[in-house]
Nanobody, 124 residues
Framework: QVQLVESGGGVLQAGGSLRLSCAAS????????MGWCRQAPGKEREFVAA????????VYADSVKGRFTISRDNAKNSVYLQMDSLKPEDTAVYYC?????????????????WGQGKQVTVSS
């Protein structure tokens, strides 16, 4: 079992930056890949980024590559999503998630564990 609690989120203007944090707890976190997904109103949940808990290897959706950075702090059991050059189309509820580390490079939004989600709203 993995428990995930997000923090951060908010309202900001286009071009701004924001960092989301996710505190993870549970057994054998090294067995997991941690990720972020998002869901905009009226749309399906979509993959944003993922990172291997033990390797630090990363993968990104094409829509955020070069603007978003996923990282983790093993000592704090935390995962972060730094979002720069935000656009109105980035507006969504962002979810921290975890799945088997064998699925690190999958860009599907299928994860085994989920946080409660945080709203990010980007105005033009």
């Amino acid at each position: 079992q993995v428990q995930l609690v997000e923090s951060g989120g908010g309202v900001l203007q286009a071009g701004g930056s924001l960092r989301l944090s996710c505190a993870a707890s549970g057994r054998t976190l090294s067995a997991y890949a941690m990720g972020w997904c998002r869901q905009a109103p009226g749309k399906e949940r979509e993959f944003v980024a993922a990172i291997g808990w033990s390797t630090g290897n990363t993968v990104y959706a094409d829509s955020v590559k070069g603007r978003f950075t996923i990282s983790r702090d093993n000592a704090k059991n935390s995962v972060y999503l730094q979002m720069d050059s935000l656009k109105p189309e980035d507006t969504a509820v962002y979810y921290c998630a975890a799945r088997s580390r064998g699925l690190l490079y999958s860009k599907s939004a299928e994860f085994s564990y989920w946080g409660q989600g945080k709203q990010v709203t980007v105005s033009s």
